[in-house]
């Protein structure tokens, strides 16, 4: 979440929406990314970042996510359906400037918090295979 | 002996012997039982007759036993005495013999019992380490066979594992027999029957076999092998020998080279420096990669399926489909491995499960969850 400031958070009912997710350089080996970027790390609180396809485009969406330094090489989606799936609600979460990061209105988080971290492993499988389903989004 | 069969029973205690599976290469460890029951029953009877310079004729061949059943729990193999057998063998002496017997079995377990509480015998016959060294050569690190029934002097049943056979052994000679099973690469052949196979662990390991097979690896020298072995080793776990072959095959070439981009690819990953993911993410340990390394000597055949990737906290993780699974082996930085994974046509999941050490449990659920 970076740190950012947050505007409001509402939860994300259009089940057809996809969300995009940025994938580290050492998270792919060849064309496959590991399941780990579908999994919040200690840091995140349980809320894995994303952004909304409705507000954003997944080329944006990357530019705008390196823009400050951070790596990431394949932009991959899931729909809102297929976090709920796993009843992983899904939230808007625009974040306004900061000194480090510029604003991204399109942000949202889905959350994991009522399920435990061996819960989560497996739901960040399932979670992986559907977004290879889907390709790479970007680039 | 008042009944007409008496019964002894084990217990294969591990992940491997679950469903009463007894798998076949410990198949050798009842006779080699049976062989020291008998070396006991000797040295008692002897004990007991001085004057008698031979064994009563017979002696051997009344101790018979048959496998009758394999119970679940893990694995309990059931042999049964026949006291038909023995009173056709040594008529007038069934009473007697049973009672050796007996009292042998109990000294068997009285002198495991006394090896997990630092007490050793002062020796052992020829017959009786030949066949303790046959009993057990089969297990893995963390696998046991209990003596059903027994009660050792902490009050718990006694049991053989590969410490007390390791110590035990070695307290009444130089060295022990264990399995190896790993790969490593074909460093020389000789026409009589002779591969050199060049090992991380143990340096170069000769192998006989069959000679006629000697074509089969000619022209293949650095290639990659697997090999399945039991071997001799010291009490510092020094390679003293090769004891048996069970199985050695030249890795194909696709594999090897499946092989070498995993190996590659730890060693990238190993090379990471602290803060890798965007300022997160601890450097790889050590442990870690070696545990890496181990699972893809001891597993190499789903080297094409392994993607490796570093994890935050400084371990490494497989993932690979197989068997119809998504699945993952997750190395902490201690080196320590965790299974999971999900079904990729249904609901299915396998819990992460964790284990102390790439042991022969763990390679137990691999196998189960990869089936193998």
């Keep these: 979440m970076h740190g950012s400031l947050r505007i409001m958070s509402d939860q994300l009912a259009d089940d057809a929406e996809i969300l995009f997710r940025q994938v580290h350089p050492s998270f792919i080996q060849g064309d496959e990314p590991s399941s780990q970027p579908f999994l919040p790390t200690p840091k995140d609180d349980n809320k894995l970042s994303l952004d909304r396809a409705s507000l954003t485009t997944a080329l944006e969406a990357h530019a705008l996510f390196t823009s400050n330094g951070r790596q990431s090489v394949a932009v991959y989606g899931l729909s809102v359906g297929e976090f709920g799936a796993e009843r992983l609600p899904c939230f808007s979460d625009p974040l306004k400037a900061t000194v480090e990061d510029p604003a991204n209105p399109a942000h949202a988080y889905a959350e994991y918090s009522m399920h435990g971290i061996a819960q989560q492993k497996n739901k960040a499988k399932r979670l992986k295979q559907k977004a290879l389903a889907r390709g790479r989004l970007h680039p | 002996m008042a009944e007409e069969h008496k019964t002894f029973q084990l217990r294969y205690v591990g992940a491997r012997f679950d469903g009463a599976r007894l798998p076949l290469d410990v ?72 009672e050796l017997v007996n009292n042998s079995y109990d000294e068997l377990v009285a002198v495991i019992d006394g090896v997990a509480n630092d007490r050793f015998p002062k020796a052992l016959s020829p017959e009786q380490i030949g066949a303790l060294n046959r009993f057990g050569a089969g297990l893995r690190e963390g696998e046991q066979i209990e003596f059903v029934g027994s009660h050792g002097t902490d009050g718990n049943v006694v049991f053989l594992n590969t410490a007390r056979r390791k110590a ?109 993911h965007d300022g997160e993410g601890r450097a790889v340990a050590a442990p870690a990669a070696d545990a890496a390394g181990a699972l893809l000597s001891k597993r190499p055949d789903l080297a094409s399926a392994y993607r490796i990737f570093p994890t935050l906290s400084g371990g490494l993780t497989f993932e690979f489909e197989t068997n119809g699974w998504d699945l993952s082996v997750e190395f902490d930085p201690e080196g320590k491995p965790e299974i999971y994974g999900v079904r990729l046509d249904g609901p299915d999941e396998i819990e992460p499960q964790g284990f102390r050490e790439l042991d022969a449990e763990f390679l137990a659920v691999f196998d189960q969850c990869t089936g193998r």
Excluded at chain 2, 61 to 77: K, N, Q, W, Y
Excluded at chain 2, 80 to 89: A, C, G, M, P, V
Excluded at chain 2, 207 to 213: L, M
Excluded at chain 2, 254 to 267: G, H, M, Y
């Design chain 2, 168 to 276: 035990l052994i070695t307290r009444v000679r130089e060295t022990y027999d264990a399995r190896y099973e790993s790969t490593g690469r074909l460093a020389g052949l000789h026409e009589g029957g002779r591969l050199m196979v060049a090992t991380d662990r143990y340096g170069e390991v000769p192998v006989e076999i069959d000679p006629a097979r000697i074509p089969d690896f000619d022209g293949n020298i650095g290639a990659e092998v697997q090999f399945s072995l039991k071997i001799m080793l010291d009490s510092q776990d020094a390679f003293r020998g090769v004891v048996d072959v069970y199985d050695v095959d030249l890795i194909d070439a696709d594999l090897a080279e499946d092989l070498d981009r995993c190996r590659a690819r730890v060693s990238e990953l190993r090379s990471l420096p602290a803060g890798w």
């Design chain 2, 27 to 98: 198949i050798s460890d009842l006779p080699a039982f049976r062989d020291l029951l008998v070396s006991y029953a000797k040295d008692r009877w002897r004990a007991l007759n001085h004057q008698r310079r031979r064994l009563p004729k017979g002696f051997d061949r009344g101790i018979s036993f048959d496998l009758v059943a394999i119970e679940e729990g893990s694995a309990m193999p059931k042999l049964d005495w026949s006291r038909r057998i023995l009173q056709e063998t040594l008529p007038g002496f069934a009473d007697e013999m049973e």
